[in-house]
């Protein structure tokens, strides 16, 4: 007996293990399993099996070891349950791959053994099993994965990607398959991209499997997750390491559960076809990280983020970097790994509370290529806070951010949002000071076809959605602004923008805009840019159309009268209403030194021309009168001291009348004889004035001097030295007097001009 169990375990046993090993392989599972050497010694009760390979259906390896090493305890015999004093394995090594259909090598070889074991009896019970030492050293786990609707392997978007966990050591302690029962479990490996993890807990399997302990990862590459995030987004994952530590948790309550630090160094991601920086940042951590799957809830108290970088790219068909990146969804008769068993049922939502998110060291580049011009700034220094954020409350999160525009600007945001649903409850201030115009040009020439020369913008943008309304009160101050050069663009609003900037800079150089924007954010038409645009523009239309409005609302005057100056018939003095109109007039001008004046000074024949004549007569016997002598400032064409004169003035014009005919026609008969006749001598003399005052000529160029007069008279008033709010000569303009057809009331009325100092 003893000579037959000594052949039987040392010669017998190794050779009966490796057939039935070979035989139920290549039989029942159909795949091919290589044993290089098998030891047992029935004394000790060990065993070793050495270089072991089981190769898939397809000739591929998919698991083996280089020694498996069993001490079995002879208390096994006694105590009826299986006990082993030490379970080692040596370098294993398994090859696991996932394919286009979902399943797995794995999955697949288990389906199969399930299906060759198939019975219709009750499973047999578990056997007692204890392990007090359960080993692996130096293992190797390959798992290579082939992507889903990935047709055409690149460097970029490979086709299958794999992952090799190294030097995996595992250690169970005191292992015992009873419910409720659990083992020490210390694990931890390498991958080969990168990164260490390592768990160190309890192990449960009945009566169901479960896991609890302190797990770690220390600087895993996120670069091998790159394919897995091209799925999603057409992006170049180039950089970033993952750290955790803290406390996990998995069993049949709870499929998922982890409480602990976590840290996220260097990430840099790429997209484009110049593979330039998207978003990225030197570090973000948070100490507590809080999953359940069970729950569905993520909780973190607040995460830091330093040196946050972006990059959003406006491109010329308008598309943006951030909207190119989303990777095309697959067919509906693609394959997936959804699970077969899935329903369409909706998950319910996670979750999601963020003590707060702080920012420090950010920098975010903007371009537009979309404009005649190509635009591109940057902010930088970005730091500020934002509060809690959270999915299951009505709460807003407050926002306070801070950064640096370009060389010498400054940006900041402050503010409430709803992260989940921005479109019902949001308001937000953003401020923006001491921007560089000229770095916008190429907005100003889509806006209005003309470049900044120079200035500076502050810009404060007030923005509050409410019920998916938008109402938005924004402020813009320009210092300094200088047009520069026209450019084409057939987005161009047609503005005069020289003359609205003359009319809106006040004397410190300053243009103060209210900018009011509302609208539906909901509506499919809704364009915001559209509406920024409409507003800037109304505003600019509104000043230039109604110029004297918007200066007699600068001084407190009637803004229909400021634009007017006028006149008596055949005069060019002001009388006083019309001088505090060009006072108030001159005191608006003060407050816009970039704004000239034009006075095109009118006149009218039919209006004009009476009192001309009437003027010109009154010299003419001025003149004579002086001639025989007597001197009269204003002498009288009526007077009866100047009947003589008159009556030789009417037969200079009249040679042919009869004197003695028109007295006839001003004679009457009296009565009574004792009166005799009697001439009323009034009346003749306003008839020969009147004859006389007709008779005179009226010539263009006096109508026109009169013209100038009147606009000299609002010159001189503008420019007049001795007032306190007198102008440059410079910006009064005398165009070319302006004929006016037909007058209603007794005044004619002279239009002002304005224009743009430049011009």
């Not at 010159?715 to 006016?740: F, H």
Request: glycine fraction near 8%; aromatic fraction near 6%.
């Amino acid at each position: 007996m003893i000579v037959l169990y000594t052949l039987l375990g040392f010669f017998g046993l190794p050779w009966i293990i490796q057939y039935l090993a070979v035989t139920t392989a290549q039989e029942d599972l159909g795949r091919e399993l290589r044993i290089e050497a098998i030891q047992a010694n029935p004394y000790s009760l060990t065993l070793r099996i050495d270089g072991v390979e089981l190769d898939d259906t397809d000739n591929r390896q998919l698991l083996g070891w280089n020694r498996l090493f069993i001490d079995l305890a002879w208390s096994s015999v006694v105590n009826r349950a299986w006990t082993f004093k030490t379970i080692r394995f040596d370098q294993p090594i398994i090859q696991e791959e996932r394919f286009a259909s979902g399943e797995t090598r794995l999955s697949r070889l288990a389906a199969e053994q399930s299906d060759n074991g198939r019975s219709d009896d009750e499973p047999a019970p578990l056997p007692a099993l204890r392990i007090n030492d359960l080993r692996v050293e130096d293992g190797v786990l390959r798992f290579a994965d082939n992507l889903p609707g990935a047709t055409a392997a690149t460097a970029d978007h490979p086709k299958r990607v794999t992952l090799e966990l190294q030097d995996v050591g595992l250690s169970v302690k005191q292992f015992e398959l009873q419910k409720g029962t659990r083992s020490p479990l210390r694990l931890e490996g390498q991958l080969s991209g990168g990164g260490m993890l390592a768990f160190d807990g309890t192990l449960q399997v009945l009566p169901t499997p479960g896991l609890e302990g302190s797990t770690r990862i220390d600087e895993l590459s996120l670069v091998q997750a790159a394919p897995y995030l091209r799925q999603f987004a057409d992006v170049r994952l180039v950089g970033g390491t993952l750290d955790l530590s803290g406390q996990m948790q998995t069993d049949a309550q709870q499929p998922f559960a982890f409480q602990g630090s976590a840290a996220v160094e260097a990430l840099s991601i790429r997209a484009g076809p110049d593979d330039e920086p998207l978003i990225g940042w030197q570090g973000l951590h948070t100490e507590r990280l809080g999953l359940r799957l069970k729950d569905r809830q993520l909780e973190t108290d607040t995460i830091f983020i330093d040196g946050l970088s972006g990059r959003v790219v406006i491109y010329e068909d308008q598309t943006t970097n951030f909207g190119q990146i989303i990777a095309q969804r697959p067919s509906a008769d693609a394959e997936d790994y959804s699970d077969p068993g899935r329903t369409d049922e909706e998950a319910a939502p996670f979750g999601i509370i963020i003590e707060a998110i702080d920012l420090t060291d950010g920098a975010l580049r903007f371009a537009d290529y979309s404009l005649p011009l190509p635009f591109s700034t940057s902010i930088h220094t970005l730091g500020g806070q934002i509060s809690t954020l959270s999915s299951t409350s009505a709460e807003p999160a407050r926002i306070k951010l801070e950064g640096q525009v370009a060389e010498y600007g400054l940006a900041r945001v402050d503010g409430t949002v709803d992260a989940w649903h921005p479109t019902r409850a949001t308001n937000l201030q953003l401020s923006f000071s001491n921007l560089q115009i000229p770095e916008y040009s190429p907005y100003t020439v889509d806006f209005a076809g003309r470049k900044i020369a120079g200035g500076t913008m502050d810009l404060d943008l007030d923005y509050t959605v409410k019920d998916k309304q938008l109402d938005g009160q924004n402020n813009l101050v320009l210092h300094d602004l200088k047009l520069g050069e026209k450019m084409a663009s057939s987005d161009a609003m047609d503005l005069p923008l020289d003359l609205a900037i003359a009319l809106l800079q006040d004397s410190e150089g300053v243009i103060d805009l209210d900018l009011p924007v509302t609208g539906n954010v909901a509506d499919p038409e809704f364009d915001f840019n559209q509406v920024i645009r409409q507003a800037l523009g109304n505003a600019i239309t509104s000043v230039i159309e109604a110029p004297f409005s918007f200066l007699a609302s600068l001084v407190g005057a009637d803004s229909e009268d400021l634009g007017q100056v006028e006149f008596l018939q055949g005069r060019a003095d002001l009388l006083p209403p019309q001088r505090e109109r060009v006072a108030k007039l001159r005191e608006a001008l003060n407050q816009r030194p970039a704004l000239a004046v034009e006075l095109a000074g009118p006149f009218s024949r039919t209006f004009d021309g009476p009192a001309l004549q009437r003027e010109k007569a009154t010299q003419t016997l001025r003149r004579r009168l002086a001639e025989a002598g007597r001197e009269a400032a204003d002498p009288s064409l009526t007077a009866e001291s100047n009947q003589g004169v008159l009556e030789q003035m009417f037969t200079t014009y009249y040679p042919q009348a009869d004197l003695q005919e028109i007295r006839a026609r001003f004679t009457e008969t009296q009565d009574e004889p004792s009166d005799g006749t009697g001439l009323d001598a009034l009346a003749y003399r306003n008839h020969l004035a009147e004859r006389v005052i007709a008779a005179q000529s009226v010539t263009d160029a006096e109508l026109e001097a009169i013209a100038n007069a009147r606009a000299s008279a609002v010159r001189d008033t503008l420019v007049d030295p001795t007032a306190n709010t007198s102008i440059a000569a410079d910006r009064v303009r005398l165009p070319d007097p302006k004929e006016i057809d037909s007058v209603d009331g007794e005044r004619i009325a002279m239009e002002v001009g304005v224009t743009a100092d430049s011009d």
